[in-house]
Nanobody, 115 residues
Framework: QVQLVESGGGLVPAGGSLRLSCAAS????????MGWYRQAPGKQRDFVAS???????IYADSVKGRFTISRDTAKNTVYLQIDNLKPEDTAVYYC?????????WGQGTQVTVSS
C-alpha cells in the first residue's frame, strides 16, 4: 500500500505558476507509475501527466509545454510544475500511484486560476 498527500495548490492569476507536490508514504522505487490527474467542477477526472519507474514522462496533449512532472526519489515525492496557468486549468489535482497494478489516490489539491 501507499498513501499519497498532495500540496501546493492555491489561487493564482492567469499566467502565473505553481508547483504541486505529492508525498508518498513509502519509497517510490518499485512504484510502476506515478502521475497527476485533474477534475474540474461537473467534469470527469482527466489524465494530466505521469512518470514511469524508468523515468519516462507522458503528458496529455492539452498540457504539453506548460506542465512538467518530475520526482525526487530521496524525498519520495513527485512534483508537477505548472507554468503559464490558464483559467481552464482550474480543477482539483489528484496524485495517483499504480503499485502492483492497483491504483492509489491522494485527497487532491485545489488549483484556481483567476482571469
Amino acid at each position: 500500500q501507499v498513501q499519497l498527500v498532495e500540496s501546493g495548490g492555491g489561487l493564482v492569476p492567469a499566467g502565473g505558476s505553481l508547483r504541486l507536490s505529492c508525498a508518498a508514504s513509502r519509497s517510490i522505487f518499485g512504484i510502476n507509475t506515478m502521475g497527476w490527474y485533474r477534475q474540474a467542477p461537473g467534469k470527469q477526472r482527466d489524465f494530466v501527466a505521469s512518470i514511469i519507474s524508468g523515468g519516462t514522462t507522458i503528458y496529455a496533449d492539452s498540457v504539453k509545454g506548460r506542465f512538467t512532472i518530475s520526482r525526487d526519489t530521496a524525498k519520495n515525492t513527485v512534483y508537477l510544475q505548472i507554468d503559464n496557468l490558464k483559467p481552464e486549468d482550474t480543477a482539483v489535482y489528484y496524485c495517483n500511484a499504480r503499485l502492483r497494478n492497483i491504483p492509489y489516490w491522494g485527497q487532491g489539491t485545489q488549483v484556481t486560476v483567476s482571469s
